[in-house]
């Protein structure tokens, strides 16, 4: 089954205490993208990569970062998270350009940074 | 600065009804607009999109209309069934090489049996 997975899908954490959240996909896209999504500004876009070892900042990068060694793998880092990246966190992944090809999301990470 | 707005955060609409969900944007530079569907506890998808050297397109019960003069796009769900009941997101891109979708805040759906 073609998919996007996430994990954990839920974090409790503490502030400083860095986190990674994983992100994986079975359909060898080469864009991949992270969103949070927050109460009243939809989704945002953090980080995106177009291939292995290309990565670039997206809307609201500050505090994350990420890598893409593998196609399949994006993972999302927080090294001292802090409450202000309390959010519902989305990884997508595309075949091309967002406006030319539609994005598969995971089922999202709920995180709460206390 | 919202560039894709969705100025009703909910929408109540009964069985069999049409539901139309609302979108506009301020960047001209936009070119492809989507429409995603987010049921809880699950991420987004695709639901349809249309270019912007389109003023319609429809794939079944779900119709998108772009108002390019307007910067406004629309969603039409004909007839609206219980099971369409979720959060709708209107999104845009401009194109170019960042892979970037811009969001606008979500509509939820409600469709009453």
């Known amino acids: 089954e073609a998919q996007v997975t996430q994990n954990p899908r839920y974090l409790i954490t503490v502030t400083g205490k860095k986190l990674t959240v994983t992100c994986s996909q079975n359909?060898?896209?080469?864009?991949m993208s992270w969103y949070r999504q927050d109460p009243g500004l939809g989704l945002r876009q953090i980080y995106y990569?177009?291939?292995?070892?290309?990565?670039d900042k997206g809307d609201v990068p500050e505090g994350y970062k990420v890598s893409r060694k593998e196609k399949r793998n994006f993972p999302l880092i927080l090294e001292s998270p802090s409450p202000n990246q309390t959010s519902l966190y989305f990884c997508?992944?595309?075949?091309?350009?967002?406006?030319?090809?539609?994005?598969?999301f995971g089922p999202g990470t709920r995180l709460l940074v206390l | 600065d919202q560039q894709v707005k969705q100025n009703s955060p909910s929408l109540s609409v009964q069985e069999g009804r049409i539901s139309i969900l609302n979108c506009d944007y301020t960047?001209?530079?936009?070119?492809?607009f989507l429409w995603y569907k987010k049921y809880p506890a699950e991420g987004p998808t695709f639901l349809i999109s249309?270019?912007?050297?389109?003023d319609k397109n429809e794939d079944g019960r779900f119709t998108v209309f772009l108002n390019k003069s307007a910067k406004h796009l629309s969603l039409h769900i004909v007839p609206s069934q219980p099971g369409d009941s979720a959060v709708y997101f209107c999104?845009?891109?401009?194109?170019?090489?960042?892979?970037?979708?811009?969001f606008g805040t979500g509509t939820l759906l409600a469709v009453q049996p």
């Open positions: 997508a992944s595309s075949w091309g350009l967002a406006g030319a090809e539609t994005q598969y």
């Open positions: 359909m060898n896209h080469e864009y």
């Open positions: 990569s177009m291939n292995v070892e290309v990565t």
């Open positions: 960047n001209s530079m936009f070119d492809y």
């Open positions: 249309i270019s912007s050297i389109k």
């Open positions: 999104a845009a891109s401009s194109g170019g090489a960042t892979n970037k979708l811009i």
